[in-house]
């Protein structure tokens, strides 16, 4: 294990996070994980690593760090101007950092959270399968609670190998203040009527309480049918149910929320959690109502836009390690089904 | 146990379905916290377990309903719910592995359970009726969940229904064991917290350290035992809480 930062400075909420902790919430243990985990997957894409490999979520304002070892590093997720040694770098792009080097994230000019990973990975421990951040119940990432100026981190086990990857422009997600979540009605829609055409009608502000836990809104107010209870026997949520609670003002939960009590109107889809977890107080949102079929086909859209990513990014990796090593031909297994071997095998060819 | 048969008419005749978002469902077999229903729960929990039903990443247990979290690249509500109902038709002949039943040790009032006066003088009985009364039943564990392994109980005594705290303490110590009108509990860590507190446990409930890091599991009973304050430091000195 090598040390990979010190922190100077932490930002406003930096936590580590992977994809979450998943299997445990029959004992009342939430996912967490990044919120944004497009972001977050193509972060990790960009600097070589494994989809599981641990990262840095930053919110609003990013930390400072002083480098400890050579590695790559990538910022993905809210456009927040940051810079390596006082020059200014991009994002959704990898980039080499020496020991010694200064890395200074700072504010977010659009989108509310950031993904800031390194190669080979935050190692911290692994807790119930997951090194993610669950600061509800001060368990994984860094001692169970966000950075703090002086933490030192170290990252997974390997030799630094930077290798140019970065993601087309056109790629990159747009964080605009107005967006539109696709929401499929229920669990309990049927508590609403007239509540339903609100909900899927108006638009509603993002205000300043929103957390991992839950993003609350502000607009009119959605009432339940008068017959119906006011809430329900308590159930756990899953990331993405709106509540309705008793003042009218719906509540997106997110991946810290373990039961409630409060009925659900609609559950946001898979795909435009992120989108949630971009928005900033005074943003806007609508919601979209979407049937279940159309909304498996855009998880598989994602799924494979996220694939075709990664793919055409390994294809560059391969390539650049060729040009750059160039692999003697009596060492690479032609036969091999792998897709770098072929792409050498490509290589010699032409 | 006059409206046995009211209670009795809030299960369902067949599950009912509701969709949560893209890759959840929510499977409810009736509308009310008995343990007929919850029976029913458990029994489908076992039941999904056991088929390892295709594409389903997590059964979770609740009260009156199982949440069905699943891989949308490989399953869909539809054929869940067909799999879920031919599963309930021979839910009867499933046995399901008795229920397990924890003792939690207690050491009630004091400096453990400051609230426990309180909860006696608000039910005009003794505080050692508090802890007979508290001690007794076993009790269903009916969910877990609002913090890692905190425990939903049903079955207490209508003598120590007590009303929340008026202003929630910040922080109530790990193992505290709690009373909220109809319900009591045990908070498994540190949090805020509006429970009427009558006493503590040295015992852990949650580890994330353990191989299995839950004492407790939904279906399962639960007994609380009386403890000394000398045992109560007895044991919590073994680091059991911190």
Redesign the interface.
């Given at each position: 294990m090598t040390d990979i930062f010190n922190v100077l400075s932490p930002g406003a909420y930096t936590t580590v996070q992977d994809l979450g902790r998943f299997g445990w919430q029959p004992f009342g243990v939430p996912p967490s994980g990044m919120l944004d985990d497009f972001a977050g997957r193509v972060a990790n894409m960009l600097v070589g690593n494994p989809d599981t490999a641990a990262l840095l979520e930053l919110t609003f304002s990013g930390p400072t760090l002083k480098i400890l070892s050579p590695a790559t590093i990538a910022l993905t997720g809210a456009d927040i101007p940051f810079s390596i040694n006082g020059v200014p770098a991009a994002g959704w792009c990898a980039l080499p950092v020496q020991p010694g080097d200064t890395v200074t994230v700072g504010m977010a000019r659009s989108g509310c959270r950031g993904y800031l990973a390194v190669s080979h990975g935050i190692d911290v421990p692994l807790v119930m399968g997951s090194r993610s951040c669950y600061v509800g119940a001060a368990i994984g990432g860094f001692k169970g609670r966000p950075l703090q100026a002086g933490d030192c981190l170290r990252r997974g086990p390997g030799e630094a190998d930077y290798l140019a990857r970065r993601v087309p422009v056109e790629r990159v997600p747009a964080y605009p203040s107005e967006i539109t979540l696709r929401a499929i009605p229920g669990p309990q829609d049927d508590f609403f009527d007239h509540g339903l055409d609100v909900f899927f009608n108006a638009s509603f502000t993002v205000s300043p309480q929103a957390d991992r836990m839950g993003c609350r809104l502000q607009g009119p107010v959605i009432s339940q049918i008068e017959a119906m209870p006011q809430s329900i026997i308590s159930e756990p949520s899953l990331p993405g149910g709106v509540q309705i609670p008793q003042d009218g003002q719906p509540i997106i939960l997110l991946s810290e929320q373990t039961v409630g009590g409060y009925t659900k109107i609609a559950t946001v889809i898979s795909s435009d959690i992120p989108r949630v977890a971009q928005a900033l107080p005074g943003d806007r949102i609508r919601f979209e109502r979407i049937d279940i079929d159309a909304a498996h086909a855009l998880y598989r859209h994602q799924a494979s836009l996220l694939k075709r990513i990664r793919y055409e990014m390994e294809l560059s990796a391969a390539e650049q390690r060729f040009r750059r090593d160039r692999p003697d031909p009596a060492a690479v297994d032609w036969d091999s089904p792998d897709v770098v071997d072929k792409l050498i095998h490509c290589l010699y060819q032409t | 146990m006059t409206d046995v048969a009211a209670v009795d008419s809030q299960r369902f005749d067949r599950p009912k379905f509701?969709?949560?978002?893209?890759?959840?469902l929510?499977v409810e077999f009736g509308?009310?916290?008995t343990p007929e229903i919850n029976q029913s729960v458990r029994a489908m929990t076992f039941a999904m377990e056991a088929a390892a039903v295709l594409g389903v990443?997590?059964?979770?247990?609740?009260?009156?309903?199982v949440?069905v979290?699943y891989d949308?690249?490989t399953t869909?509500?539809s054929l869940l719910s067909t799999r879920i109902l031919s599963l309930y038709e021979g839910l009867a002949r499933i046995e399901p592995p008795a229920p397990k039943e924890s003792v939690i040790p207690v050491c009630y009032g004091g400096e453990y359970g400051p609230d426990i006066a309180f909860v006696a003088e608000h039910n005009h009985i003794g505080i050692d009726d508090v802890i007979r009364l508290h001690s007794e039943p076993s009790y269903p564990i009916y969910?877990?969940?609002?913090?890692?392994?905190?425990p939903?109980l049903g079955g207490l005594s209508e003598n120590l229904h007590t009303p929340r705290l008026t202003s929630p303490r910040t922080r109530v110590p790990a193992g505290s064991v709690g009373i909220a009108n109809n319900q009591t509990g045990i908070y498994p860590?540190a949090s805020p917290g509006g429970w009427q507190l009558i006493g503590r446990s040295p015992v852990r409930l949650?580890d994330?350290?353990r191989p299995n890091?839950?004492l407790l599991?939904?279906g399962d009973t639960l007994r609380f035992e009386p403890i000394t304050p000398d045992e109560y430091r007895r044991r919590a000195v073994g680091g059991e809480h911190d």
């Amino acid at each position: 294990m090598t040390d990979i930062f010190n922190v100077l400075s932490p930002g406003a909420y930096t936590t580590v996070q992977d994809l979450g902790r998943f299997g445990w919430q029959p004992f009342g243990v939430p996912p967490s994980g990044m919120l944004d985990d497009f972001a977050g997957r193509v972060a990790n894409m960009l600097v070589g690593n494994p989809d599981t490999a641990a990262l840095l979520e930053l919110t609003f304002s990013g930390p400072t760090l002083k480098i400890l070892s050579p590695a790559t590093i990538a910022l993905t997720g809210a456009d927040i101007p940051f810079s390596i040694n006082g020059v200014p770098a991009a994002g959704w792009c990898a980039l080499p950092v020496q020991p010694g080097d200064t890395v200074t994230v700072g504010m977010a000019r659009s989108g509310c959270r950031g993904y800031l990973a390194v190669s080979h990975g935050i190692d911290v421990p692994l807790v119930m399968g997951s090194r993610s951040c669950y600061v509800g119940a001060a368990i994984g990432g860094f001692k169970g609670r966000p950075l703090q100026a002086g933490d030192c981190l170290r990252r997974g086990p390997g030799e630094a190998d930077y290798l140019a990857r970065r993601v087309p422009v056109e790629r990159v997600p747009a964080y605009p203040s107005e967006i539109t979540l696709r929401a499929i009605p229920g669990p309990q829609d049927d508590f609403f009527d007239h509540g339903l055409d609100v909900f899927f009608n108006a638009s509603f502000t993002v205000s300043p309480q929103a957390d991992r836990m839950g993003c609350r809104l502000q607009g009119p107010v959605i009432s339940q049918i008068e017959a119906m209870p006011q809430s329900i026997i308590s159930e756990p949520s899953l990331p993405g149910g709106v509540q309705i609670p008793q003042d009218g003002q719906p509540i997106i939960l997110l991946s810290e929320q373990t039961v409630g009590g409060y009925t659900k109107i609609a559950t946001v889809i898979s795909s435009d959690i992120p989108r949630v977890a971009q928005a900033l107080p005074g943003d806007r949102i609508r919601f979209e109502r979407i049937d279940i079929d159309a909304a498996h086909a855009l998880y598989r859209h994602q799924a494979s836009l996220l694939k075709r990513i990664r793919y055409e990014m390994e294809l560059s990796a391969a390539e650049q390690r060729f040009r750059r090593d160039r692999p003697d031909p009596a060492a690479v297994d032609w036969d091999s089904p792998d897709v770098v071997d072929k792409l050498i095998h490509c290589l010699y060819q032409t | 146990m006059t409206d046995v048969a009211a209670v009795d008419s809030q299960r369902f005749d067949r599950p009912k379905f509701r969709l949560a978002g893209d890759r959840g469902l929510l499977v409810e077999f009736g509308d009310a916290i008995t343990p007929e229903i919850n029976q029913s729960v458990r029994a489908m929990t076992f039941a999904m377990e056991a088929a390892a039903v295709l594409g389903v990443r997590e059964v979770i247990p609740t009260y009156r309903s199982v949440v069905v979290v699943y891989d949308p690249l490989t399953t869909h509500p539809s054929l869940l719910s067909t799999r879920i109902l031919s599963l309930y038709e021979g839910l009867a002949r499933i046995e399901p592995p008795a229920p397990k039943e924890s003792v939690i040790p207690v050491c009630y009032g004091g400096e453990y359970g400051p609230d426990i006066a309180f909860v006696a003088e608000h039910n005009h009985i003794g505080i050692d009726d508090v802890i007979r009364l508290h001690s007794e039943p076993s009790y269903p564990i009916y969910m877990l969940g609002f913090s890692p392994g905190f425990p939903f109980l049903g079955g207490l005594s209508e003598n120590l229904h007590t009303p929340r705290l008026t202003s929630p303490r910040t922080r109530v110590p790990a193992g505290s064991v709690g009373i909220a009108n109809n319900q009591t509990g045990i908070y498994p860590i540190a949090s805020p917290g509006g429970w009427q507190l009558i006493g503590r446990s040295p015992v852990r409930l949650f580890d994330p350290d353990r191989p299995n890091p839950f004492l407790l599991r939904a279906g399962d009973t639960l007994r609380f035992e009386p403890i000394t304050p000398d045992e109560y430091r007895r044991r919590a000195v073994g680091g059991e809480h911190d």
